[in-house]
């Protein structure tokens, strides 16, 4: 079966202690993202990865990071968290025409 | 560089009524389409997708969308709603051809009442 797996589904943490929240997928694409989503601003886009070793900023990356050293991961790294990071987020990844998300991951960072 | 705009933020329709959730782009190539359901404290699914061909694009859950490029909107309709089917609806654009970055809109919450 095509899937986005996502851990932590969710996860509450302090100001500044480092995190990753890890993504797969098995459906050997190369395009991968990371959104978040925040009442009343629909989904945005922190980072994507056009293949092993290539990504690049999305609409709202401060604060995030993200490496791509194999295909199927895509790991999203807070190093030093802080409050306004609390959101939902999802990983994606493209096929042809078509996202497919992971189930997300409730973040709350006080 | 390409936008959405969802100007619903909440559509509230009563059970068996037909519903129109309305999206508008912005794009200066040609694009693909999309809508994605999300219900409570789930994860987002596709409804249907226009990526070429008929305009008129027929998805899950008897969900349809029309694709009218002089008007730059992809309107998803529904001729008679269940209480099923209340959640957020996300439409999306993406430039059309390689892997180009996705835009999303607000999303627009339908509440089906009884």
């Known amino acids: 079966e095509a899937q986005v797996t996502q851990n932590p589904r969710y996860l509450i943490t302090v100001t500044g202690k480092k995190l990753t929240v890890t993504c797969s997928q098995n459906m050997n694409h190369e395009y991968m993202s990371w959104y978040r989503q925040d009442p009343g601003l629909g989904l945005r886009q922190i980072y994507y990865?056009?293949?092993?070793?290539?990504?690049d900023k999305g609409d709202v990356p401060e604060g995030y990071k993200v490496s791509r050293k194999e295909k199927r991961n895509f790991p999203l790294i807070l190093e030093s968290p802080s409050p306004n990071q609390t959101s939902l987020y999802f990983c994606?990844?493209?096929?042809?025409?078509?996202?497919?998300f992971g189930p997300g991951t409730r973040l709350t960072v006080t | 560089a390409q936008s959405v705009t969802q100007l619903d933020s909440q559509v509230p329709v009563f059970e068996e009524a037909p519903v129109e959730l309305r999206c508008n782009y912005s794009?200066?190539?040609?694009?693909?389409l999309f809508w994605y359901v999300q219900y409570p404290n789930q994860g987002l699914q596709l409804l249907l997708k226009y990526l070429s061909g008929s305009t008129l694009v027929k998805g899950i859950n008897g969900f349809e969308a029309e694709f009218n490029k002089s008007q730059t909107s992809f309107h998803l309709r529904k001729p008679s709603v269940h209480i099923s089917d209340t959640a957020e609806y996300f439409c999306a654009v993406t430039n059309s051809g390689g892997y180009q970055k996705v835009t999303f809109g607000t999303g627009t919450k339908l509440q089906v009442i009884p």
């Open positions: 994606a990844s493209r096929g042809y025409g078509e996202q497919y």
């Open positions: 794009s200066s190539v040609s694009v693909y």
């Open positions: 990865s056009m293949n092993v070793e290539v990504t």
